[in-house]
C-alpha cells in the first residue's frame, strides 16, 4: 500500500471523485459502505499532493433519511481534512424519502452545509476550484430513476457553461446519470440485460438530448456519471463489446463511474472501492481509476494500452 501521487509533476488541480456509496442503515451489513466511504477519504488523505475536491456522484445515501445522512456525515466527520472541499452530486436515491421529495431534499441542504460548508437552496450549482469550472446538475423533484432537469435549471445551465467557457479551461461537469445510450446503456443498465429494455433505461431521461447539445457547445468537457453501477471497462470492452468506462462523442468526454458499495457488473474490475482521480495539468487532463480500499491504482487498460486516460487539452 502506497501513498497516491500524481502521476506527474506540477499538478494544477487535483481531485477524488466516487459514486453511488449508498450508505444505508438498511443495508444486510450498513458497516460495508461507511467502510468503503472512509477508505476512500482516507487514501485521498494520504495523497502526497493535497486534495484540491472530493467529489461524489450521486445516490450517497440509498434513501435521503435522516438516518442515512447521519451515518455519512459520521464517515466524514471521521476523515476531517481529506480534501479542501467535499462536493455532494444529489442522485435519485438521495431524492426518496417516505415523506416524500421535499423531506429528501431539505435533507440533502442540511447535509451538503454540514459537511461541504456550503448553503445550498437549489440541486444545481457551480464551483470553481484552482481557476476550473465545475458545473453540478441534480434533481428538481422526484423522477424515479431518470433525471429531471427542469426548465429553469437548463436555462441556467447552458449559462453557466457559457461562463465557463469564456475561461477556455477544461470544464467538469457532474450529473448521476449519464446520457442516454452511453456506456452500453440500456443493456448495461442492469447485470442481466434486458432485450427489450427502453432506450432511455439507466440514462438521463428526456433531457437527455438538450443536455447533450449544451455540452458540445464547448471544448474541454468532461462529463462524469455514475447510476448504473458498472465496473471499469477499458480498450478491451470496448472493442469486444462497444462500450467502455471512458468514451467519447465529437468533442465531449464521458466518463461513467462504478458504485463505491455495491457489487458492480459489466465491465473488466467490477471491485467495489473504486473511484477515479482527476490530475489536471497546464496542459493536459489525467484520469486513473484507483481501488481506494486496497490503495492500489488499477491496471485495466484504458487508453492506448495504459491504465488511466490523459488527453491534451485542446487549445
Ligand atoms: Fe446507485
Redesign the pocket.
Known amino acids: 500500500m502506497s501513498k497516491m501521487k500524481p502521476l506527474y509533476d506540477g499538478i494544477k488541480l487535483n481531485c477524488t471523485i466516487v ?2 456509496t ?1 450508505i444505508d442503515e438498511k443495508h444486510p451489513m450498513p458497516w460495508l459502505p461507511k467502510w468503503n466511504l472512509r477508505n476512500s477519504l482516507k487514501d485521498a488523505k494520504r495523497n502526497i499532493s493535497p486534495v484540491d475536491a472530493f467529489i461524489t456522484v ?2 450517497t445515501t ?1 434513501r435521503g433519511s435522516e438516518a442515512n445522512w447521519a451515518m455519512t456525515v459520521d464517515c466524514f466527520s471521521k476523515v476531517p481534512d481529506a480534501a479542501k472541499n467535499i462536493i455532494l452530486t444529489i ?3 438521495d431524492c426518496w424519502h417516505d415523506d416524500g421529495f421535499d423531506s429528501a431534499i431539505n435533507n440533502y441542504y442540511k447535509n451538503f452545509e454540514t459537511i461541504c460548508k456550503r448553503k445550498l437552496d437549489k440541486p444545481y450549482f457551480s464551483y470553481i476550484l484552482n481557476g476550473y469550472h465545475f458545473v453540478f446538475l441534480g434533481n428538481d423533484c422526484d423522477s424515479g430513476c431518470e433525471a429531471s432537469i427542469g426548465e429553469e435549471q437548463m436555462k441556467w445551465f447552458e449559462e453557466d457553461m457559457e461562463k465557463a467557457g469564456k475561461s477556455k479551461k477544461p470544464i467538469f461537469v457532474f450529473c ?1 446519470q449519464s446520457l442516454n445510450q452511453k456506456h452500453g446503456l440500456p443493456r448495461t443498465w442492469d447485470r442481466n440485460e434486458d432485450p427489450n429494455a427502453d432506450p432511455w433505461d439507466g440514462g438521463l431521461g428526456k433531457n437527455s438530448d438538450a443536455v447533450e447539445e449544451i455540452l458540445k457547445k464547448h471544448k474541454n468537457v468532461y462529463y462524469f456519471s ?4 458498472m465496473g471499469i471497462g477499458g480498450e478491451k470492452i470496448q472493442k469486444s463489446d462497444g462500450y467502455s468506462t471512458f468514451e467519447k462523442e465529437e468533442n465531449l468526454r464521458l466518463i461513467n463511474l462504478p ?1 463505491l458499495s ?1 457489487g458492480n457488473h459489466h465491465g473488466e474490475d467490477r471491485s467495489m472501492g473504486v473511484g477515479v482521480q482527476l490530475e489536471v495539468y497546464t496542459d493536459k487532463v489525467v484520469i486513473r481509476p484507483r481501488n481506494t480500499k486496497k490503495r492500489k491504482w488499477l491496471t485495466v487498460p484504458i487508453k492506448d494500452g495504459k491504465p488511466y486516460f490523459e488527453e491534451m487539452i485542446d487549445k
Do not use: K, V
Open positions: 459514486s453511488d449508498h450521486g445516490d440509498s442522485g435519485n436515491h448521476h455514475g447510476h448504473s453501477h458504485s455495491c
